[in-house]
Every structure is written in structure tokens, then in C-alpha cells.
């Protein structure tokens, strides 16, 4: 879909749900095959209004994530393009099974929307987290998971999947950041990251809410005189293996920072890559292997080191190794 900047630009200010929200209102007065389901999250996930306004293209199936991934894909097989809404932690795990087999293994035409990625959700406790999403469903074949970082790029990441055919998995994160994705040469495109920043010291890798705390960082490290390469991994499957091995030969050492387990994820996923093409140093900032608790979402984005201050201080760390 084809907007003006300034069209995406107003979508973009709305926050991630918001700009999830009004993604999909735009997609519903242009596409009549899209359908909308969510298990009984309309307005969490800002679809409530998509139903209002298209009710024959719409269906909240209630809390019963499995119901809601399996239903989706019999009416993707069907015919319709359907966008289907929950949390994360739901979406991923205790939908795993219809994920794997109704939507993969069918190649379903469904997208799959994981809402209140991360330890966000932190003030509903462990079960609502959502750190093994990536880990569960990057295995999965034929899935393709997208990660978007602010409001301009939820917006593309939205249009580009439900115009791509086959089975898609869209990381949202829950916390609103300043869209930095508003320059007129911005471009989304599946499978490719992009570089925000040049540099030849050191390469920082961020996807989701992560992008906007690394932009920081990076921008602190620059007044020290360290020269770091940013990169935005927006697709976390298929990956951009060209940008990350380009990043490994010309600048010698990696950082990852994904707001999620270390093992499986963003981290895991560049160390494939780098092991078999370029082997270089890898360091990841996520959570580190354990499990969560209650807290309000910035004391324990602070706790789990994902913050600005804490990604400068890794790749001081790196530097002087």
C-alpha cells in the first residue's frame, strides 16, 4: 500500500498500538478479502475499531488462542487474507502447536500479531511475559517474523505482510517510542535491515523496542570518539545475512540487544551467521536465561540491562577486550 509521508507520519505518532491500529483501518477500506480476528483483545491490540467499522470482517473468538490460530488458518485456506490478534506470550506459546501446523505446515495466509512483546507486561507477572516468543516460532518453516521499531516501520511491517502471501509473525512491542524512521528515503522491505549508522569500530544489532535504546547509545558513544555502526533488524526471519556479515568483516565485533532470552532469539540468530561466514566476537544483551516477575515496565527494562546505559557500557567492554 502507497501512502504519503505525511500520512505515514501521522499513523506513526499514534504508538504501537495505536499505529497497529490505524495501520488496520487503512488496510480495511482498501482491501475487501482481509479479515480481522483476536481473542478477546480488540482493544488491547486497537482492532475494536476495525470491527465497528467493518463488522461482516471481523470476529472476536474470545480467550482461546489455539481456537484463534486454527480458525484463522481454515478461513486463510479459504481464500482470505486474515490478520489475527492476541499477546505475545500467548501467540507464541500456547498457540505453539496451531502455529506449527496450521499455519506453517499449511502455509497459511495468516498474520499473526504477537502484541506486548518483551518483559513489558511485567505488571501482570511471568505468565504475560513474553521472552521465548522469537525462540519458539523462528524454528518454525515457512514463518516469517517481522520486529518492527517504532510507529512508521509497525505501519510498513503491517502493510507489507498482509500483502505477501503466506503465514507472518509480527513482534509488537508495548511501550510507545519517538519514531526515527520518518526520513522521506525510508525504506521496509521483508528481509533486508537497515543500517542507521555507519561505523567501523563496532556494530551494534537492535530489533524492536531495542532500536530506539541503542539509537541512544550510539549517540552517547559518538561523543567519546567511538565510531559504532547501528543496524535495525527489523525481519528476524528471513534474515539479512549479507548486512550482518558485511558489519562482522568491516568492523571486527558484534553487539546484539533484543528485548528477549538470549538463547534463541536476535543474538543466537546473528551468531549463526557470523560462526559460518565470518567468526567474530558476539556479544548479546537480552534477558539472561531466567525467568521474570512483577515490576513496572522501566524498572525492569533498567533491571535486565536493556537500556542505553547499559549497551554503551557492553561495548566499552567489547572495545577494550
Known sequence: ME?????????????????????MMEIGAKNDNVFVMTADLGDATRVTQFGRAYPDKYLNIGICEQNLVGTAAGM?????????TTFAAFASMRACEQVRTDMGYMKANVKLIGADAGVVMGTLGNTHYAVE??????????????SPA??????????????????VYIRLGRLAVE??????????????????????????????????RAVEAVRELEKE??????????????????????????TGKIVTVEE??????????VCSVVCSECPVPVVKIGVNDQFGHSGPAAALLEQYGLCASHIEEVVRRVLKK
Open 260 to 269: 528477549h532470552n538470549v538463547i534463541g532469539g536476535l543474538g543466537d540468530a
Open 179 to 212: 519514531s526515527f524512521n520518518n526520513s522521506d528515503d525510508y525504506h521496509f522491505e521483508i528481509g533486508r535491515g537497515i543500517t542507521l549508522r555507519d561505523g567501523r569500530d563496532i556494530t551494534v544489532i537492535a530489533t524492536g523496542l531495542m532500536v530506539s
Open 76 to 84: 486463510a485456506l479459504g481464500g482470505r487474507t486474515v490478520v489475527a
Open 225 to 250: 570518539g567511538i565510531d559504532a555502526r547501528l543496524i535495525n533488524l527489523h525481519t528476524l526471519k528471513p534474515l539479512d545475512r549479507e548486512i550482518i556479515v558485511r558489519a562482522a568483516r568491516e
Open 150 to 167: 517504532d510507529g512508521m516501520e509497525i505501519v510498513k511491517a503491517t502493510f507489507a505482510s498482509v500483502e505477501m502471501d503466506g503465514p
Open 3 to 23: 501512502f504519503t509521508n505525511e500520512k505515514l507520519r501521522s499513523l506513526s505518532e499514534l504508538g504501537s498500538r495505536g499505529a497497529f491500529g490505524a495501520a
Open 133 to 146: 516468543d522469537i525462540g519458539c516460532l523462528r524454528s518454525l518453516p515457512y514463518l516469517t517474523i517481522l
